[in-house]
């Protein structure tokens, strides 16, 4: 099994900054590819960006040009950093672990991110 725990979220205001961290544990050597996804409010979740274990990456059109991921295999991380946010960003984000691309090895418990107007 694998563990993933997120932090970094919180509130910050239009046009600011946040980097999200996840944290993977167990079996981890297993692992495919690790991204970020997010729901709002009476949204479905959706993809944000995701890393492959040979460092491809993909991001959601939304979220180009102003979300970087990128991980760090020896702390077994991925970050997601997020420029020039926006109130429309606003959502509960997830990290997500695959063992292959159809199937999930873990979620993460979320972590909010709120962006002001």
């Known amino acids: 099994q694998v563990q993933l725990v997120e932090s970094g979220g919180g509130l910050v205001q239009d046009g600011g900054s946040l980097r999200l961290s996840c944290a993977a544990s167990?079996?981890?050597?297993?692992?495919?590819?690790m991204g970020w996804y997010r729901q709002a409010p009476g949204k479905q979740r959706e993809l944000v960006a995701t890393?492959?274990?040979?460092?491809?990456?993909n991001y959601a059109d939304s979220v180009k040009g102003r979300f970087t991921i990128s991980r760090d295999n020896a702390k077994n991380t991925v970050y997601l950093l997020m420029n020039s946010l926006k109130p429309e960003d606003t959502a509960v984000y997830y990290c997500?672990?695959?063992?292959?691309?159809?199937?999930?090895?873990?979620w993460g418990q979320g972590t909010q991110v709120t962006v002001s107007s």
């Open positions: 167990g079996n981890i050597f297993s692992i495919y590819a």
């Open positions: 997500n672990a695959r063992y292959s691309l159809a199937v999930v090895a873990s």
């Open positions: 890393i492959t274990n040979s460092g491809s990456t």
